[in-house]
């Protein structure tokens, strides 16, 4: 207990000396200060949007739940109306909201330091802010993991010199937690989610593997599993207008390159975001969702500046098309009715594919000089522009009737408490009740061989029903 107090102690007084010395250094981060070679630490990644607050009548800061570090998840909220929130009376106002997520993997930390710019050049009218649109950061998501930083937990990443661990304070991997709500930060978030209701959600991410010419990637929530016409537009409206914003500003981008071990020219499919996953999990509210994957082999500086462009064109896209979101999103909700159709489960559908033009490198198999094993080599001096076959659509394999209602034993609270935390009404019963229910009993399934974070992963469920 001692030592976790001096901990906080110290964290609030160099809060206080960060505060100070932002204010002195007339809102210049520590990513431009070190020419794009470092990235904030939690303390002054904080400290800076305090002084934005201070500064500008435009930015609100809020506290927002406990996370499993002992510290709270913190909100920051720029309204283009230079309006001051409560968290008692925030409205939207008839506006949508685009909810931005930072640092859940703290060693990715180029969305971090890009909202940092993204706020402050709003709020000084460096560029130009939404007029229908309210933007909301979560600063740091993962403050166990970035108050842990090092250098050596992503070594073939470029940059930056210090960076976050990606375990949290209890080692979980915050972006596999979002359905189950086993740590205190996702259980904030979905505070922090239900309270906003955003319309539009990104999370900022690095990702490894294979190697191409890009610097961006982008990972949209998967249209069929979206559903309806709200899914048609974010395929063929929205998603189509942040590629070519972006390639009008030189910043070619292309679908998350999801492959393991082989080259993408063979062809690759679209990244299914289930539940537990962020973009998956908001996708359950009928948000728009986008994960931001820049790639780990290209300079810091490159990945900010490109998260910071491609979030500018998100917001203008979105600003620009606010009315048609926000109807679409009204409108998706009379799709679950009961008696209705509800799919649960996807496999790829590959007999619908697209073909990309790809920027990739040559790649081949080649000995490892440390192990004598096979391992994938890229050749950056083979630069190539393919046709690439590009798997991007899904069909359900399961699904099930929306029932009028689901009846849960008393004794699962632990349903109970996340039904509540989730703002999904039910009523309890007052007294014993006699009811006919269709019941389903586990017939069959199959597991993985080890737990993950205290679950283990069943699949190929199967049920039968009663009555």
Not at 17 to 38: D, K, P, R, V, Y
Not at 167 to 192: H, M, P, Q, S, V
Not at 291 to 307: A, F, S, W
Request: charge should be neutral.
């Amino acid at each position: 207990m001692k030592k976790t107090l001096l901990h906080f102690s110290l964290l609030y007084l160099l809060f206080c000396f960060t505060l100070q010395n932002i204010s002195a250094q007339n809102l210049n981060t520590t990513f431009e200060t070190s020419n794009g070679l470092q990235t904030a630490p939690y303390e002054e990644v904080i400290a800076y949007y305090l002084a934005l607050e201070k500064k500008f009548p435009s930015i609100t800061v809020f506290e927002m739940g406990q996370t499993d570090s002992g510290l709270p998840l913190h909100i920051v909220v720029f309204d283009p109306q230079n309006k001051k929130h409560s968290k008692e009376n925030f409205s939207k106002n008839g506006r949508n909201l685009l909810l931005i997520n930072n640092g859940i993997h703290p060693g990715e930390p180029d969305g971090i330091d890009a909202t940092m710019l993204l706020f402050r050049d709003f709020a000084e009218n460096k560029i130009i802010p939404p007029q229908n649109t309210i933007i909301a950061a979560i600063p740091v998501y993962n403050i166990g993991g970035a108050l842990n930083r090092n250098s050596t937990s992503r070594t073939n990443q470029n940059g930056p010199e210090e960076y976050g661990f990606r375990g949290n304070a209890r080692n979980y991997d915050l972006n596999r937690d979002f359905i189950k709500n086993d740590t205190k930060n996702a259980r904030a978030f979905a505070e922090i989610f239900h309270w906003l209701n955003p319309d539009l959600f990104i999370d900022n991410h690095v990702s490894n593997g294979a190697d191409y010419q890009y610097v961006l990637t982008h990972l949209f929530t998967q249209h069929d599993k979206l559903g309806g016409d709200l899914g048609t537009y974010l395929h063929t409206s929205f998603m189509p207008q942040l590629e070519d914003s972006l390639l009008r500003k030189k910043w070619d981008i292309t679908p998350y390159v999801n492959v393991f071990n082989q080259v993408p020219e063979k062809g690759f499919s679209q990244f299914m975001d289930s539940p537990r996953y962020a973009s998956g999990y908001t996708t359950l509210f009928n948000t728009l969702g986008l994960t931001v994957e820049t790639h780990m082999l290209k300079p810091y500086r490159q990945r900010v500046d490109g998260t910071y462009e491609l979030m500018k064109s998100f917001i203008n896209i979105a600003d620009k098309d606010a009315e048609t979101i926000n109807t679409l999103r009204k409108n998706a909700l009379e799709k679950y009715k009961v008696g209705s159709y509800y799919p649960l489960s996807w496999a790829v559908d590959s007999s619908k594919t697209s073909t990309l033009k790809f920027k990739g490198f040559e790649g081949k198999m080649v000995p490892s000089k440390v192990t004598g094993a096979e391992r994938l080599k890229y050749f950056r001096d083979k630069p190539f522009t393919k046709d690439v076959t590009y798997y991007n659509h899904f069909k359900a394999t399961d699904s099930v009737t929306i029932p009028s209602a689901y009846i849960v034993p008393k004794g699962y609270w632990n349903i109970i408490e996340l039904l509540r935390l989730n703002k999904i009404e039910f009523s309890e019963f007052s007294k014993d009740t006699t009811i006919n229910a269709e019941v389903y009993h586990i017939k069959n399934f199959e597991t993985v061989k080890n737990s993950f974070e205290g679950h283990y992963l069943h699949f190929k469920t199967e049920v039968r029903k009663s009555t």
